[in-house]
């Protein structure tokens, strides 16, 4: 398994100083920035577009994870992949042809990730496990920031761990939803490789980015 990467929820920043949070993020060793786009109807709430993506991306030269919580989300990937986007994860609900979607942010040259929620099948992604980049697995139900982690979802992570392990495929793992210092620590062990945080690394040690990341990442 590769190492530990931290990829900060700017859910959880400042939303009045986006670019000087994102800046803040990259001094304090951020491996990449984690971006929720949310439309109002995929999930009960809506963030940003791709226009105020594009408008950070001069901020810093750390990967965008951008994760879309948007249906249909077909007509809007190269919205967001000419936004400055690195990685697209998309949900399989969002789409009627997972397959294609992926093909579509590949053909970007950017980055393809699935996301799963809770209640949403392992099964949903394995047959295209080996044509993505990363795998995320909401530990919540996705739609605000600051929910309690949903511990049962570690065993989608252990099986897909085995899977890619024994394949030897390079897809990453990546979770994302109520991560603290605690449950970290159990989602690395079931073979998380991406930690996903908001709340952690912007609220905790009176919001001491640089040791929230690293405690995340050593803990």
Partial sequence: MSDIKISPSILSAD????????????????D??????????????ITIGPEVISKLRKYTSLPFDVHLMIAPVDKFIKNFADSGADIITIHPEATDNLENSIKKIKTLKKKAGVSLNPETSIEKVLPVL????????MSVNPGFGGQKFI???LEKVKILRKEIDSKKYNTEIEIDGGINFENAKMAKEAGVNILVSGTTIFRENNGDLKKNIQLLKTG
């Fill in 130 to 137: 080996k044509q993505i980049d990363l795998v995320l697995i």
């Fill in 151 to 153: 511990k049962e979802t």
């Fill in 32 to 45: 990449l920035i984690h971006i929720d786009v949310m439309d109002g109807h995929f999930v009960p709430n």
């Fill in 15 to 30: 939303f009045s100083k986006l670019g000087v949070e994102i800046q803040n993020l990259e001094k304090a060793k951020a």
